[in-house]
Structures are given as C-alpha cells and as structure tokens.
C-alpha cells in the first residue's frame, strides 16, 4: 500500500508564492519520475512539471521561469515552488509519482489526494 499526501494549497494574491509539497510512503522500493498536475472544473487535468530520479526537469510553456520543481529522495517527497502566480493558475493540484513495488519491481502509478490552490486578482 502506497499513500502520496499533499500540503501547501490555500488563497494568495496575484503575484505571491505558494509552496506544496508532497510526501509518499508505504510500500516503496524506489520511486522514478514524479509529476504535478492541475485541473480546472469542467476541464482535464493538465501535466504542470516533471522531474525525473536524476533531477531532470521540465514545465508547461506557462509556467517556466516561475515555478520551480524539486525533490528529495530521501524523504520520497516532491515539492513545487510556484512564485509570480497568476489568477489562471488557480486549480486543484495533484502529485504524481511512478513507484517501484518491493515485492515484484513493477512500477505503478500513485496520485495524490489534491490541494487547492486559488489566486485572487
């Protein structure tokens, strides 16, 4: 059993920063990429950054040069800096990440409960 849970979400001004974070335990024998997204009601969930288990990292066109992803394996936590933020970054955000089971070395896919972000112009 695996469990991702997220923290950080709540209301800012346009122009201010949130962090969340995201912290998986259970079950793990490594964990490879991990992910956030975001979802507006009525629309589909939007992949928002990457990073890959050596760092790598990459973002949707809108939110480059603002928010920033990281991680740290040892705490098998991912995190997303989100400075700037704009009213359209207003959504539920979601922590993704591709985990490698103990017992058989299958890799699955784990989500995150979701945490609200609003930015009030």
């Known amino acids: 059993q695996v469990h991702l849970v997220e923290s950080g979400g709540g209301l800012v001004q346009a122009g201010g920063s949130l962090r969340l974070s995201c912290a998986a335990s259970g079950s793990i024998f490594n964990i490879n990429a991990m992910y956030w997204y975001r979802q507006v009601p009525g629309k589909q969930r939007e992949l928002v950054a990457t990073i890959s288990s050596s760092g790598r990292s990459n973002y949707i066109n809108s939110v480059k040069g603002r928010f920033t992803i990281s991680r740290d394996n040892a705490k098998n936590a991912v995190y997303l800096q989100m400075n700037s933020l704009r009213p359209e970054d207003t959504a539920v955000y979601y922590c993704?990440?591709?985990?490698?089971?103990?017992?058989?070395?299958?890799?699955?896919?784990?989500w995150g409960q979701g945490t609200q972000v609003t930015v009030s112009s």
């Open positions: 993704r990440a591709d985990i490698v089971s103990p017992t058989t070395h299958v890799e699955d896919d784990y």
